[in-house]
């Protein structure tokens, strides 16, 4: 509780300090705020991201040429792994669906916004030759701090006069439509097009060979920082997978329902035991690909609960990513089970955990995370579950 209010208490100083919202752009949705500074943290003396050993080495030996992927733990070749995934911006808005190319998101975030509305950020590797991304929408700086994990070209249109001290940051790699208020600029704006099959701010959309032009004449490199690269970002198990069968408090989790925490999109998950996969749901339809026409599956979902605040009157929010003190739940084969989880620097890994501190082992493959105010809940088989801590 102390820290929530410690959170509020910013909110509320930052709003007062901070001057108006820039002026915005015609065809672009009004200028948002976001987040900037992280919030000071009352961790522990040994935080959860010290407590756990490194990745175990895999079981099995590579082919000359490839590596595990940090994002999905699949097989990749390894000029694919040694490339800046793309983390872009995608809506969630009814209006706006489909997206192209979310499928090929090894990670999937979804988060509020303002409004009751959730947004996407779809972190993809080998998104060089993507003909089709979009439609790209506005940026929140706490999703800045989850793209960081991850070293990446961060693609977006713009967003709130918050968000403009982070994205101008030297290490921030950003490409974005429009600037985001007078004291910002907008690098890589001619990535980006509009179509005429949706309405503004609905129809902006890019490619891969765009973004990879525009970040040529920036001079963005296009291969990771290897400082801030994180190749054991996520604990995959290699040797035959985890169905939290044998799980000290994991139970049956085959409808997950998020309809408490985004209450506009109502997203949910169903399992298919066939697959072993999660199908992903908006509006109470199959969320699809619209390059591929394919519903969106997953092999692990996260539940990632977390402080926040309203940050002003338009009703913005910050939500603190740096914690170790929350928890949350990880999702798969149709279990799930109670989990903690830790991030201790920008650059840091959001790092999972069982609550006997170790590392949860997840299962190769494409990963939804659902970052959730912590006065929500989600509901998994019919039970509602909210934060513990």
């Not at 914690?323 to 799930?336: E, F, P, R, S």
């Not at 999972?352 to 997840?362: A, G, K, V």
Request: net charge negative.
């Amino acid at each position: 509780m102390k820290k929530f209010q410690k959170l509020l208490l910013l909110a509320a100083v930052t709003a007062m300090l901070l001057p108006g919202c820039g002026k915005k752009e015609e065809v672009q949705e009004p200028v948002e705020p976001v987040v900037t500074e992280p919030v000071e943290s009352s961790a522990p003396e040994e935080p959860l991201q010290e407590i756990v050993t490194d990745q175990v080495a895999p079981g099995e030996e590579l082919p000359d040429g490839k590596k595990y992927s940090s994002l999905t733990g699949e097989i990749i070749s390894k000029k694919v792994y040694k490339q800046r995934p793309m983390a872009i911006m995608l809506p969630t808005d009814k209006q706006a669906q489909p997206q192209y190319g979310i499928g090929r998101a090894g990670v999937l975030y979804e988060c509020m916004e303002e409004g009751d509305m959730s947004r996407q950020m779809a972190i993809i590797e080998d998104w060089h030759e993507i003909e089709t991304l979009g439609n790209v929408r506005s940026c929140r700086d706490y999703y800045v701090y989850w793209a960081l994990e991850w070293d990446p070209i961060l693609v977006h249109f713009g967003g709130p006069f918050y968000l403009a001290d982070v994205i101008s940051r030297p290490d921030v790699y950003n490409i974005t439509g429009c600037a985001v208020n007078s004291t910002s600029s907008a690098p890589g704006s001619n990535a980006f097009y509009r179509t005429s099959d949706k309405v503004v701010p609905h129809n902006a959309y890019t490619s891969g060979p765009k973004v990879v032009e525009q970040c040529d004449k920036l001079g963005y490199p296009l291969k990771h920082n290897m400082d801030n690269f994180h190749a054991d970002h996520f604990l995959f198990n290699h040797n035959g997978g985890n169905d939290l069968s044998s799980a000290n408090g994991s139970f049956d989790a085959k409808e997950v329902s998020l309809a408490k925490a985004f209450p506009y999109t109502k997203s949910s998950l169903t399992y298919d035991p066939e697959t072993g996969l999660y199908k992903k749901n908006l509006y109470e339809k199959s969320q699809i690909d619209g390059t591929t026409g394919e519903q969106l599956t997953f092999e692990n979902i996260l539940i990632q609960f977390a402080t926040y605040a309203v940050r002003d009157a338009k009703g913005y929010l910050a939500f603190q990513a740096h914690d170790d003190t929350h928890d949350g739940y990880y999702i798969t084969k149709g279990k799930a089970i109670h989990v903690r989880w830790g991030k201790n620097g920008d650059y840091s890994p959001t790092r999972f955990y069982y609550d006997d501190l170790t590392q949860i082992e997840m299962n190769p493959g494409k990963t939804y995370i659902a970052v959730v105010q912590d006065d929500r809940s989600v509901n998994i088989d019919g039970t509602d579950y909210g934060s513990t801590r």
